[in-house]
């Protein structure tokens, strides 16, 4: 079945430094990668979409030079939250899209646990 | 824009059956999907409705009324593994392949 590698799957980071999350197709082409942010105890909240080799689409409210993504190939795409802040600590969950597929398309990866200090 | 809501909390006892509602008002629909996530874990698909009606899958059913705006997921013989929180999301709008999620409901199974 598809699956989605997502890297690393906790990541403690000192305030004012990147961090980098990989998300990888490991059996499939995937488009288009969403990427979500959820806080405790609320849902996942859309941040951008991307699609292979162009530039993302970021949701409103969501800064583009904070959270960088890049989708270079249709395997693997990367969320990189710069000069993080503890407000960012949160579970980021990536999600690609692909048309005619079990589960209508989408396939999650693990999430991504991130901790700023 | 898209509001899609949902009850916060449920509580329901063992083997029991349990019906969790979510409304949505949105700028487009082309499907609406249930997932369940345990709490630090990704999403689990559950069921997809595009038309109206029910489906069913085992123990889990999933209903839609597009004209109301309106979806339930009915959970059958519940068990102590069903605690968990469960998503509604809809898709679109328009031909976009765009998920927005609910605001998610934490099930708490009891015996």
């Known amino acids: 079945g598809a699956v989605v590698s997502q890297h690393p799957s906790r990541v403690i980071c000192k305030s004012g430094t990147s961090v980098k999350i990989e998300c990888r197709s490991l059996?499939?082409?995937?488009?288009?990668m969403f990427w979500y942010r959820q806080f405790p105890k609320q849902s996942l909240m859309l941040m951008a979409t991307?699609?292979?080799?162009?530039?993302?689409?970021?949701e409103q409210g969501v800064e583009k030079d904070k959270f960088l993504i890049n989708h270079a190939s249709l395997t693997l795409s990367t969320l990189t939250v710069t000069s993080a802040h503890p407000e960012d600590s949160s579970f980021y969950i990536c999600s690609a899209s692909r048309t005619g597929y079990t589960n209508y398309g989408y396939t999650f990866g693990s999430g991504t646990r991130l901790t700023v200090v | 824009g898209q509001n899609i809501d949902q009850p916060t909390e449920m509580t329901a006892t063992e083997g029991a059956i349990v019906q969790i509602n979510c409304t949505y008002q949105t700028s487009g629909f082309n499907g609406l999907f249930w997932y369940q996530q345990h709490a630090g874990e990704a999403p689990t698909f559950l069921s997809y409705?595009?038309?109206?009606g029910l489906e069913e899958k085992g123990r889990f059913s999933s209903f839609l009324s597009r004209s109301k705006g309106y979806s339930y997921l009915l959970l059958k013989e519940l068990q102590m593994k069903d605690s968990a929180s469960y998503l509604c999301?809809?898709?679109?709008?328009?031909?976009?392949?765009?998920?927005?999620f609910g605001t998610g409901t934490q099930l708490k199974v009891e015996l």
């Open positions: 059996d499939f082409q995937a488009t288009t």
């Open positions: 991307s699609n292979e080799g162009s530039k993302a689409t970021y």
């Open positions: 409705n595009v038309l109206d």
């Open positions: 999301a809809v898709r679109g709008p328009g031909g976009g392949n765009k998920l927005t």
